[in-house]
């Protein structure tokens, strides 16, 4: 079982960065994929959410700034960042969650990824 986070880096505040992340060793399109970000000194918290069917949940501090895209023949979820701020500087994780009829919304998920860390300049 495999989570591969890529696409972090440096930007300017105002710009956009897309975040990837490759599944290996499971039923990719039986779970959930979340985004999830944890700053220094911060607990871990979601970001994004998407079921396989495509229903999504956002965090309220990014809702329409960050889109969560899933490619079911690929393996691959996406978040793309726009209009990125400092406070979204944090390492970000991708992770998945067995559906059980629910998408859930702590960090409870049973697989995660590396992280990849994300640092916004102002």
């Known amino acids: 079982v495999q989570l591969q986070a890529s696409g972090g880096g440096l930007v300017q505040a105002g710009g956009s960065l897309r975040l990837s992340c490759a599944a290996s060793?499971?039923?990719?399109?039986?779970?959930?994929m979340g985004w999830f970000r944890q700053a220094p000194g911060k607990q871990r918290e979601l970001v994004a959410a998407?079921?396989?069917?495509?229903?999504?949940n956002y965090a309220d501090s990014v809702k329409g700034r960050f889109t969560i895209s899933r490619d079911n023949a690929k393996n691959t979820v996406y978040l793309q960042m726009n209009s990125l701020k400092p406070e979204d500087t944090a390492v970000y994780y991708c992770?998945?969650?067995?559906?059980?009829?629910?998408?859930?919304?702590?960090?409870?998920?049973?697989?995660w990824g590396q992280g990849t860390l994300v640092t916004v300049s102002s």
């Open positions: 998407i079921t396989s069917g495509g229903s999504t």
């Open positions: 060793g499971f039923t990719f399109s039986r779970y959930v």
């Open positions: 992770a998945a969650d067995y559906y059980r009829g629910y998408v859930r919304l702590d960090d409870g998920y049973d697989k």
